[in-house]
């Protein structure tokens, strides 16, 4: 959809082409009269914006506005026209993670590098105190004039009420890429490793082509992300080393506790494979969250190791009648 229109926002903000339109929702493409630069124009109607979501999104506004880097790309102005609400982003020109993913998969190369440049951000966005939750390929531009460049967006925006086929499929795909905890299936607070485990989604499909966990419907996906170990990515993508396989699976356990806590401490480790792969460097040595950080003790969790806590139990039970046997524990 490419239709030509010629509306100003706020008296700055010159919308110029439909780029996208839902039951509730506009993007266009626009641009900054005061300074003539690119952007993007989304508006909701107002009386599907809370106060309380207004002043939040005022607030995650003017902290992310102090992130100063080239790979970001937060909403910078926020405000009413007539009777809806917009949000205005800068313009980048290139292709979305989700579009590239769809030719092949990323080379090892390539995924560690973008996974580096995300974390960069993330690290920050989490330091200032907010999440992101909304971690996915279509939130990764590959700007069109240097592919090595990426842009990670900030697209947290309130849902339209009456789900069209463009908001069914955008929640579709998001359940794709939400922790467990996100979706509601646990009854944990959220907090930033539940960032972490959609960066380990993200990671996942840009090695493997495609995410962890599919379906058709947004129940099945979320009941995989509760229930159901993650394929073996050495499999899908033999190329992929065991520090980064290992690296991943932590970001994809059930249990919070169980993941990497700290952005920062899953950044190092990721430079750390990215560093020695590009010394040639194709099995680095790592143990995974080495320099990771908990904030409170926590319990053992067993959540989605089903299989493993009954062949433990069977090999109890085989001992008490004196049939012996070894079960090799694994622990970090």
């Known amino acids: 959809m490419d239709e030509p229109v010629l509306t100003t926002f706020g008296g700055r903000f010159q919308a110029l082409r439909l780029i996208q339109k839902g039951n509730e929702t506009e993007t266009y ?21 809370s106060k309380i979501t207004l002043k939040r999104l005022n607030h995650r506004m003017s902290v992310l506005h102090s992130i100063q880097f080239s790979q970001f790309a937060p909403v910078f102005h926020i405000d009413r026209h007539e009777n809806k609400i917009f949000l205005v982003r800068p313009f980048v020109d290139g292709t979305s993670l989700e579009q590239r993913l769809r030719e092949k998969p990323l080379t090892v190369e390539e995924a560690l590098h973008l996974g580096c440049s995300v974390l960069e951000v993330l690290q920050e966005i989490h330091r200032l105190g907010l999440l992101h939750q909304n971690i996915s390929p279509r939130n990764i531009l590959i700007c069109k004039e240097n592919p090595n460049n990426v842009v990670f967006l900030d697209n947290w925006f309130p849902s339209p009420i009456k789900l069209d086929d463009v908001a069914i499929q955008h929640t579709l795909v998001s359940a794709k890429h939400m922790s467990p905890e996100q979706a509601g299936l646990l009854t944990v607070d959220i907090d930033q490793s539940s960032d972490l485990y959609s960066f380990g989604i993200l990671m996942f499909e840009c090695l493997a082509g495609r995410p962890p966990f599919e379906g058709k419907m947004i129940g099945d996906v979320l009941k995989q992300h509760l229930t159901t170990r993650p394929p073996d990515l050495k499999k899908l993508n033999p190329l992929v080393p065991h520090s980064l396989n290992k690296v991943i699976q932590r970001c994809l356990r059930k249990e919070p506790g169980d993941r990497y806590q700290k952005a920062q401490a899953l950044f190092m480790d990721l430079r750390t494979i990215r560093d020695a792969y590009r010394r040639g460097v194709k099995e680095p040595i790592l143990i995974p969250g080495l320099f990771d950080q908990r904030q409170t003790l926590t319990e053992p969790a067993f959540i989605g190791r089903d299989s493993e806590m009954f062949l433990l139990k069977t090999q109890l039970e085989q001992t008490k009648k004196n049939l012996g046997g070894i079960v090799l524990l694994e622990s970090e």
Request: net charge negative; charged share 30%; hydrophobic share 40%.
């Open 29 to 49: 493409l626009g641009r900054d009269l005061s300074n003539n630069s690119d952007i993007i124009i989304r508006t909701i109607p107002e009386e599907m914006v």
